[in-house]
């Protein structure tokens, strides 16, 4: 399951964490994918799927408190497995941090960042 990039980013739309998994990404590509994305997410209702199709991937997205956690995969991947990887990583990082929040990534963004390939590298 290749994921092509994890993004945290608040309700309010400020960016807190960005992981991209490869390198065929330019810095105009990636700052084109975090605008279009995160608006694109934070511009559903709650009640909407949290897999959209976006250009030539698939968005799969989950809300914890005041984060989304959006991962970008292939069209052919697994939505459902994608979003249990984003509920493991929300499940390490809350034992982590006992109980984290979105000031604790603000914060120990390095530790966020170092768990953030944990569950996706394992696979």
Request: net charge positive.
């Amino acid at each position: 399951m290749p994921v092509k990039f994890m993004l945290l980013v608040s309700r309010q739309g400020k960016i807190r964490l960005t992981k991209w998994f490869g390198s065929d990404w330019s810095t105009k590509e990636k700052t084109k994918v975090v605008k279009d994305v995160s608006t694109t997410v934070l511009g559903r209702k709650a009640k909407m799927c949290n897999v959209l199709e976006f250009k030539d991937y698939k968005v799969v997205y989950r809300r914890y408190a005041s984060l989304f956690f959006i991962a970008g995969i292939d069209n052919d991947d697994n939505e459902l497995l994608t979003l249990e990887v984003i509920h493991r990583y929300v499940e390490i990082l809350d034992k982590w941090f006992m109980n984290v929040c979105e000031l604790d990534i603000i914060f120990n963004f390095q530790q966020a960042y170092t768990i953030i390939g944990s569950p996706i590298n394992a696979r």
